[in-house]
């Protein structure tokens, strides 16, 4: 499974981006697909992760402001980020669990007035 992630950028405060990831490969093997990010100097975290039944997991810190979702197909995962915050500022990783675990080259996503 090859991942390829897209939409980050710069915003200010308040604002939104949309990232996109898509699966190419072995598809037909993934189950949950998700996002990571990580920040300067520290660990990696979960940000959201869409299962292949539908349920959705989301941190705390961006619960009510991000949404994801995905195509039928699960080929395609999607992160809207609205009411963007400084502490969003952050690598984003997308992430899929099949046969093993997959992910995409990390895109940046700076917030900053």
């Known amino acids: 499974v090859q991942l390829q992630a897209s939409g980050g950028g710069l915003v200010q405060p308040g604002g939104s981006l949309r990232l996109s990831c898509a699966a190419s490969g072995s598809i037909f093997s993934i189950g949950s697909m998700g996002w990571y990010r990580q920040a300067p100097g520290k660990q990696r975290e979960l940000v959201a992760v869409?299962?292949?039944?539908?349920?959705?997991y989301y941190a705390d810190s961006v619960k009510g402001r991000f949404t994801i979702s995905r195509t039928s197909a699960k080929n395609t995962v999607w992160l809207q980020m609205d009411t963007l915050k400084p502490e969003d500022t952050a690598v984003y990783y997308c992430?899929?669990?099949?046969?093993?675990?997959?992910w995409g080259r990390g895109t940046l996503v700076t917030v900053s007035s």
């Open positions: 992430n899929a669990e099949g046969y093993g675990s997959y």
């Open positions: 869409i299962n292949s039944d539908g349920t959705i």
